[in-house]
């Protein structure tokens, strides 16, 4: 090979590889999405507050502060949600049911302050046959049962939360469930991806 053509070669190669060198972390770090605001990322694997509230709260709002009981009682209903094969949407109406009959409290037999023989998260009564009261107070249990109850309601999501709720629940509150639909929407949004 002709001396002057291997000296240009071998250049072209040296240049291209202290190019290399230089610019390539400089290239590699240019090829990662660049994001504004780090924020917005990981927002970014949050349910949509459309598909959580897609016809906007009912009425004023109710909110409490929930103790690590509560917080673990509202991520049994989301596992036992998606459990189901059931979408964001089915959690929200079954944590703001929650919400509105125990407070997400699974609570036992009240003496004389249980309204007949309700217990659990949903307040089910085992004689109106949601199950055993072993049964209705296993988290995951109740949830399914519910669940089970809304989706037998044709349209339900597309219904508002309270219809939904009702149709199931059968309450004498029927439009109490509507207050907890922000506070539920907020659960699942926090706790649906963790």
Not at 1 to 13: C, D, E, F, P
Not at 18 to 38: K, L, Q, S, W
């Amino acid at each position: 090979m002709n001396t002057i053509l291997r000296k240009s070669i071998l250049g072209v190669a040296g240049l291209a590889f202290t190019g290399g060198v230089f610019a390539g972390p400089i290239a590699a770090h240019a090829a990662e999405p660049v994001h504004a605001n780090p924020v917005a990322a990981v927002q970014a694997d949050k349910p949509d507050m459309g598909k959580l509230i897609p016809h906007g709260v009912q009425g004023a709002q109710s909110k409490i502060t929930l103790n690590d009981e509560q917080t673990a009682n509202a991520k049994a209903i989301i596992a036992a949600t998606k459990k189901a094969g059931l979408p964001e949407r089915a959690a929200v109406i079954s944590i703001a049911t929650s919400l509105q009959e125990s407070k997400l409290e699974n609570l036992g037999h009240l003496g004389d302050a249980n309204d007949h023989d309700s217990l659990g998260l949903f307040q089910q009564r085992p004689s109106s046959g949601w199950g055993t009261p072993e049964q209705i107070t296993d988290p995951e249990y109740a949830t399914l049962a519910f669940e089970k109850g809304l989706k037998q309601i044709d349209g339900w999501q597309d219904m508002p939360l309270t219809k939904a709720a009702q149709t199931v629940q059968v309450s004498a509150y029927p439009d109490a469930y509507a207050q907890w639909e922000q506070q539920a929407a907020d659960l699942v949004a926090q706790h649906w991806n963790s």
